[in-house]
Nanobody
Framework: QVQLVESGGGLVQAGGSLRLSCAAS????????MGWFRQAPGKEREFVAA????????YYADSVKGRFTISRDNVKNTVYLQMNSLKPEDTAVYSC?????????????????WGQGTQVTVSS
């Protein structure tokens, strides 16, 4: 089990950029696949992006492909989500998640540990 703490959210104008960070506790971070999810008011939580334990494999939701980039630093025990060309519909609480696995990441994989989330608001 890992504890996850997100940061980097805020208010940004449409077309702008933000970088979210998710810091993980524990010594086995490099053995975990990591994911980002988001939940907008009145909507269900949706998958955004995932990255494998090594960082070599990534997977994105169609809605963010080409605009968002997930990456990780296994020395700093941190996963990032670089968000560019933000749109008002990207407004949501963004949460990171972890799963101790070496399987290929997909958009429907199950994650076990979750952070509390950070608010991202994109104004038009």
């Amino acid at each position: 089990q890992v504890q996850l703490v997100e940061s980097g959210g805020g208010l940004v104008q449409a077309g702008g950029s933000l970088r979210l960070s998710c810091a993980a506790s524990g010594r086995a971070f490099s053995e975990y696949a990591m994911g980002w999810f988001r939940q907008a008011p009145g909507k269900e939580r949706e998958f955004v992006a995932a990255i494998s334990w090594s960082g070599r494999d990534t997977y994105y939701a169609d809605s963010v492909k080409g605009r968002f980039t997930i990456s990780r630093d296994n020395v700093k025990n941190t996963v990032y989500l670089q968000m560019n060309s933000l749109k008002p519909e990207d407004t949501a609480v963004y949460s990171c998640a972890a799963r101790r696995t070496t399987i290929q990441v997909t958009g429907d994989m199950i994650f076990d540990d979750w952070g509390q989330g950070t608010q991202v608001t994109v104004s038009s």
